[in-house]
């Protein structure tokens, strides 16, 4: 019996409820299963890209991190590489998917690196690895849409990050803004689709705050003073809207031009909002919260209107990565325990309609 509690699914009435379409967990070499889902992409082929580690493995110190491919009705690995020294944030962590999906960029070593997809073809460019300076294990990554240049934002405890444009044709890069004062902690992230637009989640000697930077011509920063941390960040896909996901577990969507809240969402768990996405077509957002123990933790929601349509559980210790597919047809989330569910984002929709 799948029960409706004022306008939204809730899971923990009786009776199953949607259900998710697959659920697999990521394995170490040798069969050990891995927690700490770091970042989460659809292929354009359909397959899910994952970075996880171990945080067992933190503890010690920098750890090596895993990346790979996965086919999301096995969980068989379609691909996968050992990211040196990549192991040592939670959430400030992104790779990129290239364009035409046969390969993943990802900084580890002082490199940009790429995994190809399917293992043996040939990964662009420099047989696999263009040495990058400045360039460190947890560094963003982001790709333009033809996959000809990446955007890079240097590790959060180098003096003053910068984004760097970097051209793999002609292998070299420029800085296109320094980020943050000298001491200032970089938390959340994201660059919109036409990379004219970077939003930055900061802790620093005022507190907290989002920087919001328009990159078109002379770069101009916009702050938002916020009493939490904006762990997670993602822009709309026309770039207009930011949304931030706060260490109190409530979201907010920003206009990214003048950083003004549009809408403000109560927590939705107890505990940090660590994930956020928008769909492809805008009209709806995905949030991942670290609630575990069969709470709800994947949360849909109406941007226009605020409206939480789903509630579901996704990880049994909490989510912390989320993503759409390029249709917008089917919702991946990873989270503590290694797990990576997806589900029919299509039937939620169509299930919130009827």
């Given at each position: 019996m799948t029960a409706l509690c004022l306008g939204v699914w809730c899971l923990a009435a009786q009776g199953a409820g949607p259900k998710p379409l697959h659920t697999f967990s990521v394995k170490k070499?040798?069969?050990?299963?891995?927690?700490?889902?770091?970042?989460?992409?659809?292929?354009?082929?359909?397959?899910?890209?994952?970075?996880?580690?171990?945080?067992?493995?933190l503890l010690a110190g920098p750890a090596d991190a895993a990346l790979g491919a996965y086919d999301p009705a096995t969980g068989k690995a379609v691909a996968s590489a050992v990211v040196t020294g990549g192991g040592c944030t939670f959430r400030a962590v992104a790779c990129a998917v290239?364009?035409?999906?046969?390969?993943?960029?990802?900084?580890?070593?002082?490199?940009?690196?790429?995994?190809?997809?399917?293992?043996?073809?040939?990964?662009?460019?420099?047989?696999?690895?263009?040495k990058v300076p400045r360039l460190l294990g947890d560094?963003?990554?982001?790709?333009?849409?033809?996959?000809?240049?990446a955007f890079l934002l240097d590790r959060p405890d180098f003096e003053r990050p910068a984004l760097r444009e970097w051209d793999f044709g002609k292998q070299s890069g420029r800085d296109l803004v320094r980020v943050v004062d000298a001491g200032d902690?970089?938390?959340?992230?994201?660059?919109?689709?036409?990379?004219?637009?970077?939003?930055?989640?900061?802790r620093g000697d005022g507190g907290f705050r989002i920087d919001?930077?328009?990159?078109?011509?002379?770069?101009?920063?916009?702050?938002v003073k916020t009493a939490f941390p904006a762990d997670a960040l993602a822009h709309s896909p026309d770039g207009k809207l930011v949304a931030a996901g706060f260490g109190d577990g409530s979201v907010?969507?920003?206009?990214?031009?003048?950083?003004?809240?549009?809408?403000?969402?109560?927590?939705?768990?107890r505990f940090t909002a660590a994930a956020v996405a928008f769909h492809p077509g805008g009209k709806h957002l995905a949030c991942g919260t670290f609630d575990g123990r069969?709470?709800?933790?994947?949360?849909?929601?109406?941007?226009?209107?605020?409206?939480?349509?789903a509630k579901?559980?996704?990880?049994?210790?909490?989510?912390?990565?989320?993503?759409?597919?390029?249709?917008?047809?089917?919702?991946?989330?990873?989270?503590?325990?290694?797990?990576?569910?997806?589900?029919?984002?299509?039937?939620?929709?169509?299930?919130?309609?009827?």
């Amino acid at each position: 019996m799948t029960a409706l509690c004022l306008g939204v699914w809730c899971l923990a009435a009786q009776g199953a409820g949607p259900k998710p379409l697959h659920t697999f967990s990521v394995k170490k070499a040798g069969g050990a299963a891995v927690t700490n889902v770091q970042w989460l992409a659809f292929t354009p082929g359909g397959a899910v890209a994952v970075r996880h580690a171990d945080p067992r493995d933190l503890l010690a110190g920098p750890a090596d991190a895993a990346l790979g491919a996965y086919d999301p009705a096995t969980g068989k690995a379609v691909a996968s590489a050992v990211v040196t020294g990549g192991g040592c944030t939670f959430r400030a962590v992104a790779c990129a998917v290239g364009p035409d999906g046969t390969w993943i960029a990802y900084a580890a070593d002082g490199h940009l690196k790429f995994l190809p997809l399917p293992p043996g073809k040939p990964a662009p460019p420099g047989d696999g690895a263009v040495k990058v300076p400045r360039l460190l294990g947890d560094s963003g990554v982001w790709l333009d849409p033809k996959g000809e240049t990446a955007f890079l934002l240097d590790r959060p405890d180098f003096e003053r990050p910068a984004l760097r444009e970097w051209d793999f044709g002609k292998q070299s890069g420029r800085d296109l803004v320094r980020v943050v004062d000298a001491g200032d902690e970089v938390k959340g992230r994201a660059l919109d689709p036409r990379a004219r637009r970077l939003a930055v989640g900061v802790r620093g000697d005022g507190g907290f705050r989002i920087d919001l930077w328009s990159l078109a011509g002379q770069p101009a920063r916009v702050t938002v003073k916020t009493a939490f941390p904006a762990d997670a960040l993602a822009h709309s896909p026309d770039g207009k809207l930011v949304a931030a996901g706060f260490g109190d577990g409530s979201v907010v969507w920003y206009d990214a031009a003048t950083g003004k809240p549009v809408r403000q969402l109560p927590p939705l768990g107890r505990f940090t909002a660590a994930a956020v996405a928008f769909h492809p077509g805008g009209k709806h957002l995905a949030c991942g919260t670290f609630d575990g123990r069969g709470a709800a933790n994947l949360f849909l929601i109406d941007v226009g209107s605020g409206e939480v349509l789903a509630k579901l559980t996704a990880d049994p210790h909490g989510v912390s990565q989320v993503c759409f597919d390029a249709t917008g047809d089917r919702l991946a989330a990873g989270g503590s325990s290694g797990a990576v569910t997806v589900w029919d984002a299509a039937a939620l929709l169509k299930l919130r309609r009827d």
